[in-house]
């Protein structure tokens, strides 16, 4: 069935919408009309879907410009688009008005027909398209909760018996028969660090699926506090040094998203050490709609071509040492995202790492 575009036609002389309708009229195309400005609020608010208002600007009781505010101050009736019908001249600073109110176009009377049904047909296709737009989001949406609800049902149904594998391989070690071949203990020791590597993957996992499950609530966060008591539960080694810049903002959000993007970094950061004295320094500054956080340190750095890639699920920067899942980095961009932010590095190989995100306020 083919969806229908509402037009919704508002002038205070009913003959006017009668013209106006019979000019616009097309296959599916459907139209309600209003004769004065509440009638409008009243139809749009009780009407879904409307693509498009044209609305008469010298109207008695209510003017268009005063139901052009109210319909962008309501949630419900905020993104339909409106087109002023005007009889009069309208200077730049009136148009000006007309566009802050909420106006997308203006049309003079009187009318010319061709020129009316061109910028209606422009209003049609671009409703459709943000149709389209919409729907393709909530189905991407979709599939994302389900991709999350099976990553968290076959993360932990993996959880149970990776235990008794480890625990096995742990039972298996004391063996006197192992004890006695050097290569045999080296062969379970491979397999015991290569079953806790995957489940600290699988925990990785639930974390993640728990947090996107679960409602964040909001609260008002004192960064610095937060940051300070975050370093304080990471227990840094004594040749770790973190410096916490003084000033840092107070922002209403989750703080346990916020914790958990500060912690991935900060952890990172202790647990790659490479030099005798490790420095880290944690600060921001506002950037308008956001505040834009970082983390830097001393350690080995990463190659260019990386910056990228570590962001990525299951991506890893090649190192010996065995550490990381390839899950933290891409959880945090995943937190970052969701706040509508970015996150990036600026890194030097040997010489360390600057991690930026933004959050928005």
Not at 120 to 141: G, I, N, P, S
Not at 209 to 230: G, T
Request: proline fraction near 3%; charged fraction near 30%.
């Amino acid at each position: 069935m083919t969806a229908m575009f509402k037009i919704l036609l508002v002038d205070d002389h009913k003959a006017n919408l009668l013209v106006l309708q019979r000019m616009l009229e097309a296959e599916a195309r459907t139209f309600l009309l209003a004769t004065s400005g509440q009638q409008a609020l009243d139809i749009a608010r009780e009407q879904e879907d409307i693509g498009l208002v044209l609305l008469d600007v010298q109207m008695p009781d209510m003017d268009g410009y005063e139901v052009a505010r109210l319909l962008k101050a309501h949630p419900q009736t905020k993104d339909i688009s409106v087109i002023f019908v005007t009889a009069t001249n309208k200077d730049e600073e009136d148009m000006l008005k007309g566009f802050e109110k909420g106006a997308v176009d203006y049309l003079p009377k009187p009318l010319h027909k061709h020129l009316t049904r061109a910028k209606v047909d422009v209003f049609e296709r671009l409703y459709y398209y943000q149709r389209e737009l919409k729907m393709a989001l909530k189905a991407k949406e979709q599939v994302n909760g389900q991709l999350e609800r099976f990553m968290h049902v076959v993360a932990h149904d993996l959880k149970s018996p990776l235990s008794g594998i480890t625990s096995l391989l742990l039972i298996l070690r004391e063996e006197e028969q192992l004890q006695q071949s050097e290569e045999l203990l080296s062969f379970v020791d491979m397999a015991v660090g290569a079953s806790n590597k995957l489940a600290d993957m699988i925990s990785a996992i639930l974390e993640y699926s728990r947090q996107h499950q679960d409602d964040q609530p909001e609260e008002m966060v004192e960064v610095r506090e937060l940051l300070k008591q975050l370093v304080q539960l990471l227990f840094p080694p004594v040749n770790v040094h973190i410096h916490i810049q003084e000033e840092l903002p107070s922002l209403y959000t989750s703080r346990q998203k916020l914790q958990q993007v500060f912690q991935n970094l900060v952890s990172n950061a202790i647990k790659y050490v490479d030099k005798p004295v490790v420095e880290i320094s944690i600060g921001g500054k506002d950037e308008g709609e956001y505040y834009q956080f970082y983390v830097k340190d001393n350690g080995p750095g990463i190659a260019e071509n990386d910056n990228e890639r570590i962001f990525r699920l299951f991506e890893k920067v090649d190192r010996d040492d065995g550490k990381g899942t390839g899950i933290g980095l891409n959880i945090l961009k995943l937190l970052v995202e969701t706040q509508g932010g970015k996150v990036w590095v600026e890194s030097v190989k040997g010489e360390g790492s600057c991690f930026y995100f933004q959050w928005r306020k």
